[in-house]
DNA sequence: GTCATTGTTGATCAAAACGATCAACAATGC
DNA sequence: GCATTGTTGATCGTTTTGATCAACAATGAC
């Protein structure tokens, strides 16, 4: 029930393409913010252009960009092109149907049919774009904490 | 996102094991029902029976039973027995985490986490009894069906 | 127009997981 | 004893995963 490396590889490099705003973004800059391995992340920007989630710009300026706006950008597309199928088991998908051994049992079937649903559900639901707001609030919520946590630490020095 | 061949097979011999009742249920009875490769089922009732989801007795009058009842054998012990994780990502597993990349990214890792707490919920809530009492519904609704269908059809040509 | 920079392509590779099989062994009941 | 049935551990070919590299092709700056 698992996505694989690249899945992973492959959200954080939207991620980081997006934050870079319209701007052509480096392979060298996904590298530095999220730690990839240069050479593996050639080959996942490869399946993300194919797919047409990012446009590409070569030469001395050139880069990554987003292929649409990242409220168009569901997470679910970015884990089908990476990793296929949703669905825990191939006779259960909607998208890349095909045959196999639980379709013997119709309540297995109907079982994992719900939870294929369900993960579908959330993840065609959140786009590129909540992500890159949720990631700015965050950082923001976690700055104020900072800020917070220095003050009330000034107030117990002061006090004692 | 995908459970493994081994997982789909091990839902289906639990399913015949837990229709036969108390009795002792012999491998063979499974491959008649299932279709399972009868050399590959030896090796996922083995990791079955290790797990205590089943009981087994050798000799002539040999078998497999269910280890304990069940109503109290959640689908997702099967599944987590077979394939491991039911987590998207190894971070975002309760039951076995590991270090993995999306943790970079609270966003990303907060929507995984909800996939798993989605899949978790419903894997979960569901038992071997619900499954066989949902198979014995379905038997029943389609032999009623064919009984209908064969009425209406008798009908129909008492009527031309 | 040259040159440095950056993306593109296709091949290749080691390691792990997957799906499966088999032979030798151990109980059990008759 | 003997037939039947489960147990164990080894093995094995294939596919997928995770990753690297060298050769190539644009692009912009000078």
């Known amino acids: 029930m698992r996505m694989t490396a690249a899945g992973e590889y492959g959200c954080l490099a939207l991620l980081a393409i997006a934050e870079n705003g319209g701007e052509w973004c480096k392979r060298q800059q996904i ?23 990012i446009a590409s710009r070569r030469g001395a300026s050139g880069g990554f960009r987003l292929g649409r706006p990242a409220s168009q950008i569901t997470i679910a597309s970015v884990i089908r092109t990476m990793d296929g199928p949703l669905a825990p088991t191939r006779s259960v998908s ?11 049992s119709d ?15 959330i993840l065609e639901s959140e786009t590129l774009e909540d992500i890159v707001a949720k990631e700015r609030n965050i950082r923001r919520t976690a700055a104020r904490r900072r800020r917070g946590s220095v003050d009330r630490a000034a107030t117990r020095r002061a006090r004692s």
């Open 94 to 104: 909607t998208n890349f149907y095909q045959p196999s051994p639980v379709e013997a």
């Open 31 to 53: 590298v530095d913010r999220f730690d990839v391995p240069p050479a593996f992340l050639e080959q996942i920007l490869r399946r993300l252009a194919s797919a047409g989630l």
């Open 107 to 121: 309540a297995f079937h109907a079982l994992f049919r719900r939870v294929r649903d369900a993960v579908a559900a």
